[in-house]
């Protein structure tokens, strides 16, 4: 009685999806270490290790303002809001609303329309915390990514490319970045 060897027929599809999956491993790897990049620079930020800009206030938005329109607390005295002759309580529109999705970096230049007026306000290099104050409420909302970004790395450095643990991983890794929200911006 002979016995059909299938394991040759099947042996370049099986290499072809090893492959496959080595790679997204690392993409996933590369991710995760992106997550954890994105928290410790945060807290590096907040603990006053880095330099980053200050435009001398807070803007915050209000459900009673139109969308778009932004009140303005905490000008700081002597910063580049107070400079500009702006108050705090003033509404204000944000020309470059992305801006607000990340650190700002000295020397950064951003436009406000206050009615029919363009204020351009240009950050000031600060070594203070961004969110003063609040920076502990902050790093307790990074925990959760935190952990899913190193879990996802433990997961995928130790996968050696099988599917179900790199799937798990990469989810993890992009589950912890999109988790990342410290705490609402401040400029």
């Known amino acids: 009685m002979q016995v059909a060897d ?3 027929s099947s042996a370049p599809l099986a290499a072809k999806n090893n492959r496959w999956w080595q790679a997204l ?5 590369l991710y995760a270490l ?6 410790v620079d945060w807290v590096l930020t907040q603990t006053r290790l880095t330099q980053h800009g200050d435009y001398g206030v807070t803007l915050r938005s209000d459900p009673a303002l139109p969308m778009g329109t932004l009140r303005l607390m905490n000008v700081r005295p002597g910063g ?8 705090d309580g003033d509404q204000v529109d944000l020309l470059d609303r992305w801006i607000m999705a990340r650190t700002p970096s000295p020397g950064e230049i951003i436009v406000l329309r206050k009615g029919d007026t363009e204020i351009k306000l240009k950050s000031i290099a600060n070594r ?10 902050g790093l307790y909302t990074l925990l959760p990514s935190l952990q899913c970004a190193f879990l996802s790395l433990f997961i995928l450095l130790r996968s050696g490319a099988r599917p179900s643990p790199v799937i798990l991983g990469v989810a993890l890794a992009a589950y912890g970045v999109a988790w990342f929200d410290p705490l609402p911006p401040t400029l």
């Open 80 to 87: 580049p809001a107070e400079a500009a002759g702006l108050r």
């Open 128 to 137: 203070g915390p961004l969110l003063p104050g609040d920076w502990i409420e």
């Open 6 to 8: 299938i394991s040759d």
């Open 34 to 39: 992106f997550a954890v990049w994105l928290d």
């Open 25 to 29: 491993r690392w993409a996933g790897i």
